[in-house]
């Protein structure tokens, strides 16, 4: 019996070049990382910097814990990127339970060991018996995330990136509200912003529509967070109003005792989002490494970025 032959797009990608072939490398990268807790963890961030340190990443940032608690850690983490890689570093600044003076007192360290960027965020509280509190400002500090870039240029003529929510911030009480929050961000002095991760390709081009629309000049970044492990993704997408789609689940299933399948599925599914995103025009791509340099370093390599 002769099988019928295949659909007519089917037949085309068949005979087409591979999707990532011949890719010109024409686009810059950046990578985030969170400040270690233990020594070992220690050790296990400063591989993945020196792994994509080569690819001459435009700038790598270091996060800040909830409620600033891992301050210390994060000035360590940032002043050693400073000093031993030469990579631009950016430190993340938050408003929570920290005062003007406070914040100024970071800030002017930052200066002082050479970090001219910043990553300006409102923060997420403490966690309380599993749960993110309310965000509630500190009596003599800045009340959102557009007052502390204001305040941080008045300090230093910082370059400041902000986040921005493609599927609007989950205490937002509107999408306009969010994309008018956004705006503020900007006119306070901010000149990039950077998503939440998000998992549709047409998410992102939506947003970047409605940022345009609304008049907002920012260097829009997309957030890549390749799936290391699902559960975990499920729970913080769920915490951050970001969509998993059903398709993911099923790719993952059956995957959780088969760690090495599970991040060359998880490299599959990165790969082809920023490829489509590449195909719409964006050339810098933003990575949530979780200290993990893989993931980040073979979607780069299959998009052309190579040491230099």
Not at 143 to 170: C, M, N, Q, R, W
Not at 261 to 284: K, N, P
Request: net charge negative.
């Amino acid at each position: 019996m002769i099988s019928p032959p295949p659909p007519a797009t089917e037949a085309r990608r068949a005979h087409a070049p591979p999707l990532f072939a011949d890719l010109p490398g024409d686009i810059e990268v950046s990578f985030e990382f969170f400040p270690p807790k233990t020594a070992r963890m220690a050790e296990t961030l400063w591989r993945s910097v020196e792994t994509l340190a080569p690819l001459g990443p435009r700038f790598v940032s270091v996060t800040y814990g909830a409620g600033g608690s891992t301050r210390e850690r994060t000035h360590a983490t940032v002043a050693r990127i400073v000093a031993e890689t030469g990579i631009p570093a950016a430190a993340h600044l938050t408003c929570v339970d920290a005062s003007r003076d406070e914040i100024a007192e970071v800030a002017n360290a930052y200066w002082a060991a050479g970090v001219r960027h910043i990553v300006a965020l409102r923060g997420d509280p403490p966690v309380k018996d599993g749960q993110f509190q309310r965000f509630v400002p500190h009596p003599d500090g800045y009340g959102d995330a557009a007052a502390l870039v204001a305040g941080l240029k008045a300090l230093h003529p910082f370059e400041i990136s902000v986040g921005a929510y493609p599927e609007t911030h989950p205490e937002a009480e509107s999408p306009e509200a969010d994309l008018a929050h956004l705006k503020r961000k900007v006119e306070a002095g901010a000149t990039r912003a950077i998503t939440q991760f998000f998992f549709d390709p047409e998410t992102f081009f939506r947003f970047r529509d409605r940022v345009s629309a609304a008049g907002i000049d920012v260097d829009l970044v997309p957030g890549i967070l390749p799936v290391v492990n699902y559960a975990n993704v499920v729970r913080m997408a769920a915490q951050c109003n970001t969509r998993v789609p059903d398709w993911m689940g099923r790719l993952f299933e059956g995957l959780d005792d088969h760690p090495e399948a599970r991040q060359l599925v998880a490299a599959t599914i990165a790969s082809e989002m920023v490829r489509r995103l590449y195909a719409g025009g964006v050339r810098h791509f933003h990575f949530y490494t979780l200290n993990r340099a893989e993931l980040a370093y073979a979607i780069c390599h299959l998009l052309g970025v190579r040491a230099k």
